[in-house]
Nanobody, 124 residues
Framework: QVQLVESGGGLVHTGGSLRLSCTAS????????MGWFRQAPGKEREFVAA????????VYADSVKGRFTISRDNAQFTVHLQMNSLKPEDTAVYYC?????????????????WGQGTQVTVSS
């Protein structure tokens, strides 16, 4: 069983930055596929970014490309999401996700483990 705990959410003005972190339990974290999703009120949970176990492969949603950066520190069992140039439409609960398979995945159904989420609010 893998447990994921997100941190780093908060309130920021338009144009500001936040760095989300997700810490995982489990000895084999380094080989897990990791991703970030978000869910705004009244909307479906959507893909934001994903990273493979070697950090060579990353994928981003078009809406965040060039503004967000996903990274991982396998020694610390942590994955980060650096969010710059934030917009009000980025307001959502952000979820960390993990899967034991090797790869880079963009669909919710591809991920086995989920964190509880952290709120990000961007004021205009």
């Amino acid at each position: 069983q893998v447990q994921l705990v997100e941190s780093g959410g908060g309130l920021v003005h338009t144009g500001g930055s936040l760095r989300l972190s997700c810490t995982a339990s489990g000895r084999t974290f380094s080989t897990y596929a990791m991703g970030w999703f978000r869910q705004a009120p009244g909307k479906e949970r959507e893909f934001v970014a994903a990273i493979g176990w070697l950090s060579i492969s990353t994928v981003y949603a078009d809406s965040v490309k060039g503004r967000f950066t996903i990274s991982r520190d396998n020694a610390q069992f942590t994955v980060h999401l650096q969010m710059n140039s934030l917009k009000p439409e980025d307001t959502a609960v952000y979820y960390c996700a993990a899967d034991r398979r090797v790869g880079v995945f963009t669909r919710r159904e591809d991920y086995e483990y989920w964190g509880q989420g952290t709120q990000v609010t961007v004021s205009s």
